[in-house]
C-alpha cells in the first residue's frame, strides 16, 4: 500500500514542495500510543536465564562498542545469532549454550544497535543501512581466515540476514539458518494484522515521500511500536525491551522493498518455522521463496509458536546438522 500510494503522487505530478506538506500532514496524523502494551506474542516461552553469559563488545566502524556474547571455539565455523524486534541477544542463551556445549561453532550473539541494556539511543540508529554495516564489521572483528561462516536470525533478525546476504556479506555467508524470518510487510507471509506489532501507517508513508525526495531529516522518528505483555515489561529485564524503533531502525532491519531480489541472493539455506506461529504464516515460505532460490530446506514444527522455535528441540537437532556438514 506504501509503494502505491507513492507512486500515484508521482504519477499526478506532485512537486517537492507538495511532497513535503503532504508527508508532513500523514506524519502529523499519526502518533506513537503512550506506555503500549499487550500480549502480542507468548514470551511465556522464552526460557528463564539463570546465570547470563556475560556481555563483551565489538568495534563498529563509527567507534562504537556494541555488546556481544562470544562463546569460543578453536578451528569450528563461526556461528552469529541475530535476534528479532524488539529484544536482544539474550533469547539465544539457551540456544548457545547447547551449541557451545558439543565444540561444533564458535557463537557470537551480538545486542544489535539501539537494543539490549543500555543502548545509546534505544530503537534508533544512525542511517538505514547501519544495522548491516555493523553485522559486516563483527564478522571482519573475529573471522579467521578460511573459518566458514553462518548467519543465524529469527524473526526481523532473519529479514536481517536477508539483506546482509544480498548486501554487505554478499559472497561471505557459507549458510544462513533462518528461524520464522520477516520477509516484508507486503509479503504472502505476512499477516494481514499482528497483535505484535503496530505500525503507524500514515507516518511511515509521509516519511517514504520525505525519503523519495532524499530529505531523511525525519528518519528519527518513531513508526512502529511493539505490543510487550506486561509479565515482561514488569519483570526484571523490562527495562531491556525496546518497545518502538524509529524509520530508519524499522527499514534497516528487514529486506529491501525488493525483497525477492534479497532472497535471490541468499547462499544454500535452511528455513525453520513453527506450524502455530501467530506473527507469519509459516506454511507460505516455501511458496514465495522457492520461485526465486531452490538453495532452501525447509522445515515446519508441530505445536511450536513464533518465539517457541528458537528453543525448539527440533530447530537444535537441525541447526547440528548444519554444522556439522
Not at 17 to 40: F, N, Q, T
Not at 194 to 217: E, K, M, Q
Request: charged letters at 20%; proline letters at 6%; aromatic letters at 8%.
Amino acid at each position: 500500500m506504501i509503494d502505491a500510494l507513492v507512486s500515484l503522487l508521482t504519477v499526478f505530478g506532485i512537486g517537492t514542495a507538495s511532497y513535503a506538506a503532504v508527508a508532513l500532514g500523514l506524519m502529523a496524523s499519526d502518533r506513537p500510543i503512550k506506555d503500549l502494551r499487550g500480549e502480542g506474542l507468548d514470551f511465556s516461552r522464552l526460557p528463564p536465564s539463570a546465570a547470563p553469559i556475560p556481555l563483551t563488545s565489538y568495534t563498529a566502524r563509527d567507534g562504537s562498542a556494541l555488546p556481544l556474547r562470544h562463546q569460543p571455539c578453536n578451528g569450528a565455523p563461526l556461528l552469529i545469532m541475530v535476534h528479532g524486534s524488539g529484544w536482544h541477544g539474550a533469547q539465544f542463551e539457551s540456544l548457545t549454550r547447547r551449541i557451545a556445549k558439543t565444540g561444533l561453532a564458535e557463537v557470537l550473539v551480538p545486542d544489535l544497535r539501539g537494543h539490549g541494556e543500555a543502548p545509546s539511543r534505544r530503537g534508533d540508529i544512525d542511517y538505514i543501512n547501519q544495522l548491516e554495516d555493523d553485522l559486516v564489521d563483527l564478522v571482519k572483528a573475529h573471522r579467521k581466515p578460511g573459518q566458514k561462516l553462518i548467519l543465524l536470525g529469527h524473526s526481523s533478525g532473519g529479514g536481517l540476514v536477508i539483506r546482509a546476504a544480498a548486501g554487505g556479506l554478499k559472497g561471505q555467508i557459507d549458510h544462513a539458518v533462518l528461524l520464522a524470518p520477516f520477509l516484508k510487510y507486503n509479503a504472502p507471509t505476512a499477516r494481514a494484522s499482528s497483535a505484535w506489532a503496530r505500525p503507524l501507517t500514515r507516518r511511515i508513508i509521509g516519511l517514504s515521500l520525505y525519503n523519495l525526495v532524499r530529505d531523511f531529516d525525519h528518519n528519527f522518528r518513531i513508526c512502529i511500536q511493539f505490543r510487550f505483555p506486561d509479565a515482561v515489561l514488569n519483570g526484571p529485564l523490562g527495562h531491556t525491551a525496546t518497545r518502538a524503533y524509529s524509520y530508519r531502525m524499522m527499514v534497516g532491519f528487514a529486506p529491501r522493498s525488493a525483497y525477492l531480489n534479497d532472497i535471490a541472493a541468499l547462499p544454500d539455506f535452511t528455513l525453520i518455522a513453527g506450524e502455530n506461529d501467530e506473527a507469519f504464516h509459516a506454511n507460505r515460505y516455501e511458496k514465495t521463496m522457492a520461485p526465486v532460490t531452490a538453495r532452501g530446506r525447509y522445515q515446519l514444527v508441530a505445536g511450536v509458536g513464533h518465539l517457541g522455535i528458537v528453543d525448539a528441540p527440533e530447530t537444535y537437532a537441525t541447526i547440528s546438522k548444519v554444522l556439522a556438514r
